[in-house]
């Protein structure tokens, strides 16, 4: 009898990112091209790696290989890409793709016991929410040991014995990391953008039309204020809810928009024209800080929930209002 | 500087009486809301916690009861307007995910 062997297939990759891998990074956090950034799943090897050196398991988003990969020199590792979809290790773990199952199969799959002596595969934390490990540990006989948060860590980490400290099991977000991720809000937004300048130029149009090149930047700025402003010094401003720290910045837009404009001392510039500003642009940055949400690394769904709630009606009648202002103003 | 986020909002709960004091979740937290205390985890940041529901999957004991969501505006918009569960899956229709 014969027992048919499959062949191992060990993909060798490095730790040098090239110019066209940041390129890459750089046209994902722009939004272009950022669904299709795949890598193919399956085992890589890094520097060399024997039977008894460390299996560290990723998702197939580029930018999370590419990010494990460059923090690896002169360790000789196994990368285990799961199959994500394309999506990176917090979000895909959230969906289930970053799974107990897709682990258990793609073990199997590459034949890992065929490659390394030992029963551990490393795990990034923030895969966590996607995988059981006791489960994991029954059905394929590995053991999992969760990594730290970020790959930065992961030298240390291995060199200390596999621990990680409370420092490195803990989720941060800087500045600069709420940052990078602005642009790709401010490319989401576009569509709705858009359809809202295609009703503006409608009414005018129709003859409705006091809007022109104030009503544009007064927009644009409170867009501004939503996607880039308020993420970004989200911790310095005050209050919890990300709706209301949208509405604080936006409300300070909206006084400088009416004070540029001349109100109150320029007499065409009426009262409720000036209202209808501070009802609709912060109510505008309220709702786009809003959707920040999903980006941010500590907020629960019950407590989105709960702002939403109030926020979303109050957000909604409060456009609306305003606009009525402006429509009247300009009558 | 710290991010906090609304407090009392958790559906995060721990039945001790099950805790076998294996440290998994203290492992898996990305908020630090579990410490170890006489060889049980307990809860010491119940606001910290963003129902991730890492730690309810880690726990083999059944000792967590969490109820996992997605704390984005976007995901729950959607769910409205399609009635579906929120979820990440935005990007099925859209190619916006996150």
Same mark, same amino acid.
Not at chain 1, 276 to 283: C, E, K, M, N, V
């Given at each position: 009898m014969q027992i048919s062997s499959r062949e191992l297939k060990i993909i060798e990759t490095s730790t040098e990112l090239t110019f066209q891998d940041i390129m890459g990074s750089w046209k994902a956090r722009w939004g272009i091209n950022r669904m299709n950034y795949k890598v193919e799943p399956g085992l890589y090897s890094v520097g060399n790696p024997n039977s008894d050196s460390p299996v560290l398991v990723s998702a197939n988003y580029k930018m999370s290989f590419d990010r494990l990969r460059k923090e690896l020199k002169g360790i000789k590792a196994w990368i285990l890409v799961l199959?994500?979809?394309g999506i990176n290790v917090w979000c895909a773990a959230g969906k289930g793709t970053f799974g107990t199952q897709e682990l258990v199969n793609r073990i199997a799959m590459v034949q890992l016991d065929k490659v390394v002596s030992h029963r551990t595969v490393i795990l990034p934390q923030l895969g966590a929410p996607g995988i059981?490990?006791?489960?994991?540990?029954? !059905?394929?006989?590995?053991?999992?040991?969760?990594g730290p948060v970020q790959a930065k860590d992961l030298r240390e980490f291995i060199n200390s014995g596999m621990k990680a400290t409370e420092e490195m099991r803990?989720?941060?977000?800087?500045?600069?990391?709420?940052?990078?991720l602005t642009p790709v809000e401010l490319v989401g937004t576009y569509k709705m953008s858009l359809m809202i300048f295609g009703i503006l130029f409608l009414l005018n149009l129709l003859g409705f039309g006091p809007f022109g090149f104030v009503? !544009?930047?007064a927009y644009m700025g409170a867009l501004f204020v939503g996607c880039v402003l308020t993420p970004v010094l989200l911790p310095w401003i005050p209050g919890k809810a990300f709706t209301w720290k949208g509405w604080l910045v936006g409300f300070i837009w909206a006084v400088l928009v009416n004070v540029l404009n001349g109100w109150p001392s320029v007499p065409q510039y009426s009262l409720l024209r000036a209202l209808?500003? *501070? *009802?609709?642009?912060?109510?505008v940055s309220a709702f786009y800080a809003m959707n920040f949400t999903g980006c941010s690394t500590f907020t629960s769904f019950s407590g989105v929930l709960k702002e939403m709630r109030i926020a979303v009606p109050a957000i909604a009648i409060s456009i609306a209002l305003g606009i009525v202002l402006i429509l009247v103003s300009s009558l | 500087m710290k991010n906090g986020y609304l407090n009392n909002v958790t559906t995060l709960k721990m039945t001790s009486e099950y805790c076998t004091g294996c440290g998994r979740c203290i492992e898996v937290c990305p908020h630090n809301v579990f410490v170890m205390k006489d060889k049980k985890s307990v809860i010491i940041d119940k606001d910290a916690c963003m129902e991730c529901g890492a730690c309810v999957? %880690?726990?083999?004991? %059944?000792a967590l009861e969490v109820k996992?969501?997605?704390?984005?505006?976007?995901?729950?918009i959607m769910g409205w307007l399609t009635g579906k569960e929120p979820s990440c899956d935005c990007s099925d229709s859209s190619g916006d995910c996150c």
């Open positions: 199959d994500t979809k059981s490990a006791h489960e994991v540990s029954k !059905f394929s006989g590995y053991k999992v040991t969760y803990t989720v941060k977000s800087s500045a600069y990391e709420r940052l990078v009503d !544009f930047y209808g500003y *501070l *009802l609709i642009l912060p109510s | 999957k %880690n726990c083999a004991f %059944n996992p969501g997605v704390g984005c505006a976007y995901a729950i």
